[in-house]
């Protein structure tokens, strides 16, 4: 195997798109789902990112970031998370990813997203925030922070979750999720959908005790 | 399918631990590496993350979360971090992802978790944090942010990448990696490890065009 080294100040060799592929592609296998949001006029918003992270269980938190917000390129799911307080959160699956990946396209605000994709909006259990009736798996979450990254002005937010919505069939006795079973993606780079194929669980860590399968 | 809906109200009716696996599941298959760093007396810590996201390309930015650091539970990933300033992330492959596991024990500070994890220790380009020989994708980072997440204590590291080092074989002309080539592995819950599988590359979308693979 060949190594090849590549610095920072290196940039300069590289025209924009690729510097951003390379870029985009170093995070590794990414998190990805539909961040579902209405205006104040109920007109939905789908957004695709791929920076999905768990924050913690305990209260429930997921953030995610979203890219600088002017008044040149608004970003339409911070203005609905900021003015409707949550949003959903549906994984991506092979049935609907084209029609997900869509959404990344630049509607206008007044134009529903839903139907432009052709994804179902749907609503459950009260909550304000639209799901996307094709995701197996739905997560409904009310803003708990936003944050302001100082380095490049970008916008983490993070959710509490208030609400799930799963198949039956893939909770097992003690909690974990098959979302595998679910046929949930991963993205790589910006524009690449991949399957998940489980290698192994491994027993908890413990210092001076071999890892184990289980 | 029956779908099951669990609000967050019902958390009393899980034990703490299904809950957390609950939970973790719900981010997806998410982003992991071990993230290598020094002591001011050089010794080697290694941390697992499966909290790993994109921020942006230009500068290049990636972020992860720390688990809330106390007296009780100090978190020496953060530590060393503050006092040197940078760390390396390094992909997980199936070579090395059991001892590599092994790294999330709670060791004590002055054990080299490298040795301890029987994973070589490398520096490269005079950076100051190691690297792990195993990895094939490498990349060093300098501390560009530090946030703390009001909403639970935990905290973002943001680190700025300073140089990657990365197999030939896997770059494409237009700058996009093929890290299934590499064998990144990506995690789901707390302990689950899987390959991914590539189902296709989708064009750039525009508002009214089609999405096509490329």
């Known amino acids: 195997m060949t190594q090849k080294t590549i610095l920072s100040t290196d940039q300069a060799n590289y025209d924009k ?7 985009n592609c170093l995070s590794g296998f990414k998190s990805t789902g539909l961040v579902g949001t209405d205006s104040s006029d109920q007109v939905g918003n789908l957004s695709v990112v791929s920076s999905l992270f768990h924050v913690g269980a305990n209260p429930p938190l997921m953030g995610f970031v979203l890219r600088p917000h002017s008044s040149k390129s608004p970003r339409h799911t911070l ?10 959160i549906n994984h991506i699956t092979e049935d609907f990813y084209k029609k997900a990946h869509q959404a990344s396209a630049r509607h206008p605000y007044e134009v529903c997203e839903f139907k432009k994709c052709q994804l179902q909006k749907v609503y459950k259990q009260n909550f304000k925030a639209p799901f996307v009736g094709e995701a197996k798996i739905q997560i409904g979450l009310k ?4 944050i302001h990254v ?4 970008t916008h983490i937010v ?3 979750i208030n609400q799930i919505h799963i198949p039956e069939h893939i909770i097992q006795s003690d909690g974990f999720l098959n979302i595998d079973q679910a046929g949930t993606l991963t993205v790589s780079g910006l524009d690449t959908y991949n399957k998940a194929q489980k290698i192994a669980r491994l027993s908890y860590a413990k210092p001076d005790l071999p890892v184990t399968e289980i």
């Open 158 to 160: 993070i959710g509490e």
């Open 79 to 88: 203005i609905n998370i900021r003015e409707q307080s949550c949003f959903t």
């Open 143 to 146: 803003l708990a922070e936003e």
């Open 17 to 23: 798109r690729s510097w951003t592929r390379i870029i």
């Open 150 to 153: 100082k380095s490049n002005n």
